[in-house]
């Protein structure tokens, strides 16, 4: 497995019925010790989130994404989580919650480049259920 990187990553969902267990998957969080990698990748579509729930506030959850972002980046503005170390920001973003952005399990793999694979997962776990929602 040369030149491959040992990389973790977890799907985000959005749940916005915490009661109901219904969720979208809407991001994908990775991290890469290695490359000191951290970044976050999101969509939100509001007639997919309207589908779940009609009275969310699709800004609100806009925002808590962003913020999901802030932290990655380490954006000063985003407070004390976003401050600690890369490793710990990642197992922060990826801890259990019961709220309306959670995250999947962290899942384990290797890849050539980061970045090019926080594209392959996102595309294959979030944009593919981008499928416009008939009546």
Known sequence: MQGKLLFEYAVIRLVPRVEREEF???????????????????????HRVKALDAS????????????????CMANKNAGPIAQLPIASRFRWLTANK????QTSAVHPGFCGNPGHELDKLFTKLV?????????
């Open 98 to 101: 019961s709220t309306v952005l």
């Open 56 to 71: 969310i506030d699709v800004d609100e959850i806009e925002a808590r994404l962003q913020s999901f972002q802030n932290i």
């Open 24 to 46: 979208i998957n809407v991001g994908v969080v990775l991290y890469c010790s290695k490359k000191q990698f951290l970044q976050v990748k999101f969509t939100l579509l509001p």
């Open 127 to 135: 944009e593919v259920n981008r499928g416009q929602i008939t009546q």
